[in-house]
C-alpha cells in the first residue's frame, strides 16, 4: 500500500499562512482520491479538501476560500495552502488516499471512504 508522511505543521497567529505537505511512496495521481482531514481534541475527525485525478476538489465549507488543495504528480506530494487561518482551524491534520471508485462524481470528505492514512501533523493557530 502506499504510504504516506506530512509535514509543514506549526503555529501561526490568526490571519497568517501555512503549507502543509504529504509525500506519497508512490504515485498515486492516476488511481488515487487524495484527502485532508483535520481533527481537533475532543472532536471528530472531519474532512477539510480532496482531489481527484482529474483534478476536481472538493471543500469544507469551514475553509472555502481560505484554503486550497493540489497535487504536484512529478514528486508524489499533496499541499494543503491554507490562507487567513482562525483559531478554529487548530487541529492535527492528516492526508489520506482511497483507491478511485467508480461511484465517486466528486472527492468525498468522510473520513470512513478513506483507507490509507499519515501520521499526521500539528496545526495551531493562536
Known amino acids: 500500500d502506499v504510504q504516506l508522511v506530512e509535514s509543514g505543521g506549526g503555529s501561526m497567529q490568526p490571519g497568517g499562512s501555512l503549507r502543509l505537505s504529504c509525500a506519497a511512496s508512490?504515485?498515486?495521481?492516476?488511481?488515487?482520491?487524495m484527502g485532508w482531514f483535520r481533527q481537533a481534541p475532543g472532536k471528530d475527525r472531519e474532512g477539510v479538501a480532496g482531489?481527484?485525478?482529474?483534478?476536481?476538489?472538493t471543500y469544507a465549507n469551514s475553509v472555502k476560500g481560505r484554503f486550497t488543495i493540489s497535487q504536484d504528480n512529478a514528486k508524489n506530494t499533496l499541499y494543503l495552502q491554507m490562507n487567513s487561518l482562525k483559531p478554529e482551524d487548530t487541529a492535527m491534520y492528516y492526508c489520506?488516499?482511497?483507491?478511485?471508485?467508480?461511484?465517486?462524481?466528486?472527492?468525498?470528505?468522510?473520513?470512513?471512504?478513506?483507507?490509507?492514512w499519515g501520521q499526521g501533523t500539528q496545526v495551531t493557530v493562536s
Open positions: 482531489i481527484d485525478s482529474d483534478g476536481y476538489t
Open positions: 508512490e504515485d498515486t495521481y492516476r488511481d488515487y482520491c
Open positions: 489520506a488516499a482511497e483507491r478511485l471508485h467508480l461511484g465517486w462524481a466528486r472527492p468525498p470528505l468522510a473520513p470512513t471512504e478513506y483507507r490509507i
